[in-house]
């Protein structure tokens, strides 16, 4: 599976990146909408792990925009608030899911494996 992960802190991004390869998918990382965007016209994206609030802009603008482009793409938010209308708000946009940092490794992990297994069926 293909992951886009998009925050603009750096260590988190690295340390994101590396867990998520250990587990064993592909990721490609962006700290920045404009950035991540490129990517995505480059590399397959299956699952879109972003941020919420971006220098340039809104975790749920960038998945509207790339959800034009891909229908099948899946967004996990990562957000520091985590209040009910902040996970409303999120769904709302298409994320599957609204995750509050700091987030956790194995539901984090559970959720990507039930968008792989759904993937898998399709």
């Known amino acids: 599976m293909n992951i886009l992960l998009v925050d603009d802190h ?6 994101m990146k590396r867990l998520l390869e250990h587990l064993g ?18 590399k397959p994206v299956d699952v879109l ?3 919420i609030g971006l220098p340039d802009g809104s975790g749920i603008d960038l ?6 482009e891909n229908h099948q ?3 996990v938010a990562l957000s520091g608030f985590g209040m009910e ?8 946009a298409g994320f599957v899911a609204h995750l509050t940092k700091p987030v956790s ?12 297994s759904d993937k898998r069926r399709m």
């Open 85 to 92: 209308e902040d996970i409303q708000r999120s769904k709302e």
């Open 25 to 42: 998918y592909q990721v490609s990382t962006a700290d920045c909408i404009s950035k991540a965007v490129e990517v995505s016209q480059t």
């Open 73 to 75: 793409l899946k967004g």
């Open 105 to 116: 490794l194995g539901t984090l992990q559970g959720i990507l494996m039930r968008l792989d």
């Open 63 to 68: 998945l509207r925009q790339l959800l034009t």
């Open 49 to 51: 792990i972003s941020d």
């Open 10 to 15: 750096d260590d988190t991004n690295r340390a």
